[in-house]
């Protein structure tokens, strides 16, 4: 696969360079404890990553941030992960509502996800928020914004994104086309901060999550690269 060789390729280089190319892992859509979620995080803790699950707090079953203690860091997914536009790409996080509407929503159920491995980290559903947000959420206590993209270096607020999602979202969610995947890799790496996976464990097919495995695979054995995580990208 042409988007795994390229990452390998890149990671070759950082070795010969005496470097280490850092990759965090982010899975969204925790809301309870299942086959599939155990299977992520498991694969996670084998390769040596410390996968970063984004809870929707609305929905989320008390028992998952329970058995999270100790495994993963948690990170605040929005709210109910409703959609509040009434025209457009949906968003939760939009230009729909007042600004301070929205925070007042987010802090009151921030309140649940309040555990040893909570990171105070916005995610907004479908990767969207209204840009004005992010100095409220700085003001509110967060320490930053994780969306999937390139990230914006003149945001408030300290931003670090994804940018690998091997579902094919447009298409039948199986495996994303190589071709995608390699461009994806391309952004990655060209955005010069650490390279971000992003999964949902709770739509993976046996084909992204063969990719996923090969990924954090080769992660764990390269000696270019390494896994970082949440707490340290996103420091007190």
């Known amino acids: 696969m042409q988007a795994l060789t390229l990452l390998e390729q890149a990671f070759d280089a950082a070795a010969e360079a005496g470097r280490r190319v850092e990759v965090w892992w982010r899975d969204d859509d925790a809301v309870a404890i299942g086959p599939r979620l155990e299977r992520t995080v498991g694969l996670a803790e084998r390769c040596g990553a410390s996968v970063a699950l984004a809870v929707i707090p ?80 700085e003001d509110a206590g967060y320490r930053g914004v994780s969306q999937f993209g390139a990230g914006a270096a003149d945001t408030p607020i300290r931003r670090v994104d994804t940018h690998i999602d091997p579902v094919a979202w447009r298409g039948d969610r199986g495996l994303a086309s190589d071709e995608a995947l390699t461009r994806m890799v391309r952004r990655g790496l060209a955005a010069g901060g650490p390279i971000g996976l992003l999964t949902h464990h709770a739509v993976e097919t046996d084909t992204v999550s063969e990719f996923v495995r090969r990924f954090a695979v080769l992660v764990a054995r390269h000696p270019g690269a390494t896994w970082t995580d949440a707490a340290r990208l996103f420091p007190q």
């Not at 008390?62 to 993963?72: E, K, S």
């Not at 992960?81 to 939009?94: I, M, R, V």
């Not at 990171?119 to 840009?131: L, Y």
Request: net charge negative.
């Open 58 to 137: 609305a929905m989320v079953d008390v028992r998952l941030l329970a058995w999270c203690d100790g495994r993963t860091h948690v990170l605040q997914h929005g709210a109910a992960h409703d959609n509040h536009q009434t025209s457009g790409k949906s968003a939760e996080l939009g230009d729909a509502r007042g600004v301070g509407e929205i925070i007042d929503e987010l802090v009151l159920l921030r309140g649940r996800l309040a555990v040893p491995g909570f990171v105070p980290v916005m995610v907004p559903p479908w990767n969207r928020m209204r840009p004005d947000l992010a100095a409220a959420l």
